[in-house]
């Protein structure tokens, strides 16, 4: 028997405490160092598709959806920013009288591209977005002065920077684009990846040719994805258009930032 304070405690149960005590600080351990995998999901981000908001008096929610080619476009409405495509967002409007049709303007604007203006109706208190988005004279994507002579010969490099991206967060896709505007087939493609993020193993880090075409870079893997990629299938792709990079964090409890990311193109 053990005397705690005036109280009698059997040693049987203040060995069965102290082993209680001992599991509860192991589990807080144990997910402490699991990365973020068994935090419980974060509350919804600005754009996230889920929202708590409550109109104002007078006022009225709407979703509002906007996605655009390229995408990561950063998208104004009312006088504010509402998001970076592609996303989905509520915003309140004014009630609308019976039989009143509201139109609303919407800007897209991506660096490298013209800006472009939306007019845009609610159907079922839904407004659908989504802009072709026409690039600038001089966008990035420019032959190598080390390369061959001529735009897309055999042996010629092309380089691009991207542009976008921004910060990382829990189950959210981050996007970048670069443009190549000269053609050639693809005979090597390498991609450095310019960023962070507390958990290399959250993110599933991807890129999309101007053809549609996918090339995973790198999927859940405890290596830093913030690197130089070699991505030995795109041989024989085209080279010009738009290359989009996104970087998904589909685990909860960790972020990180994309500062962008470059395409090193060695023509046949």
Excluded at 101 to 119: A, K
Excluded at 140 to 161: Q, V
Excluded at 202 to 213: A, F, M, N
Aim: with cysteine; glycine share 12%.
């Amino acid at each position: 028997m053990v005397r705690v304070g005036s109280k009698v405690v059997s040693m049987r149960e203040e060995r069965a405490k102290r082993v209680g005590q001992a599991v509860v600080l192991t589990a807080l351990l144990l997910a402490s160092l699991a990365c973020g995998r068994n935090a419980a999901p974060p509350p919804p981000q600005p754009g996230a598709g889920t929202s708590t908001m409550v109109a104002p008096p007078g006022q009225v929610l709407v979703t509002v959806a906007a996605s655009s080619t390229p995408a990561g476009a950063v998208v104004t409405g009312g006088g504010r920013m509402l998001g970076r495509t592609p996303f989905t967002t509520q915003v309140p409007i004014p009630a609308p009288t019976p039989g009143q049709t509201q139109t609303f303007q919407f800007t897209f604007q991506l660096p490298g591209f013209q800006p472009s203006t939306i007019s845009a109706s609610p159907v079922n208190n839904t407004i659908t977005l989504n802009a072709a988005l026409m690039p600038t004279a001089g966008a990035t994507g420019a032959i190598d002065p080390t390369g061959a002579t001529a735009p897309g010969g055999g042996g010629a490099r092309l380089t691009a920077r991207g542009t976008g991206g921004g910060r990382i967060f829990d189950y959210h896709t981050t996007t970048a684009t670069a443009r190549v505007d000269a053609q050639c087939m693809i005979d090597s493609l390498e991609v450095d990846v310019d960023g962070n993020h507390t958990c290399y193993s959250d993110l599933e880090v991807s890129l999309r040719g101007p053809d549609g075409t996918g090339y995973s870079l790198q999927s859940h893997s405890s290596r830093n994805p913030f690197r130089s990629h070699s991505v030995r299938r795109a041989a024989g792709h085209p080279s010009a258009g738009p290359w989009i990079l996104a970087v998904e964090d589909s685990v909860g409890a960790d972020s990180g930032n994309l500062r962008g990311f470059s395409l090193t193109i060695r023509c046949r």
